[in-house]
Nanobody
Framework: QVQLVESGGGLVQAGGSLRLSCAAS????????MGWYRQAPGKQREFVAT???????TYADSVKGRFTVSRDNAKNTVYLQMNSLKPEDTAVYYC???????????????WGQGTQVTVSS
């Protein structure tokens, strides 16, 4: 089983920046894609950004040009650099990983516990 632990959330003023990190731990696994989702109060969880093992990235339209997702495969860690933050970015941010157990067919998805990001106006 893969466990994901996020860090780096907090309170920031509009226009500011934050960097989130998510580290995966476990044994005998390989991660395909790692990325981020967010859930604001009263809203459904939504996709933010993802990064494949070879570095290909995809972003939600709402964060393009402001957020950058990257990963360190050697550390099984994904990052989300968030710049020009807006109050509407306020949410709990969740890390997600698609991974497979070495020698076993099939991909599994795991979620982190979430980290709060609050952007004040």
């Amino acid at each position: 089983q893969v466990q994901l632990v996020e860090s780096g959330g907090g309170l920031v003023q509009a226009g500011g920046s934050l960097r989130l990190s998510c580290a995966a731990s476990g044994s005998s696994f390989s991660i395909d894609a790692m990325g981020w989702y967010r859930q604001a109060p009263g809203k459904q969880r939504e996709f933010v950004a993802t990064c494949t093992r070879d570095g290909s990235t995809t972003y939600a339209d709402s964060v393009k040009g402001r957020f950058t997702v990257s990963r360190d495969n050697a550390k099984n860690t994904v990052y989300l650099q968030m710049n020009s933050l807006k109050p509407e970015d306020t949410a709990v941010y969740y890390c997600h990983a698609q991974w497979r157990m070495l020698g076993v067919t099939g991909v599994v998805g795991s979620w982190g516990q979430g980290t709060q990001v609050t952007v004040s106006s």
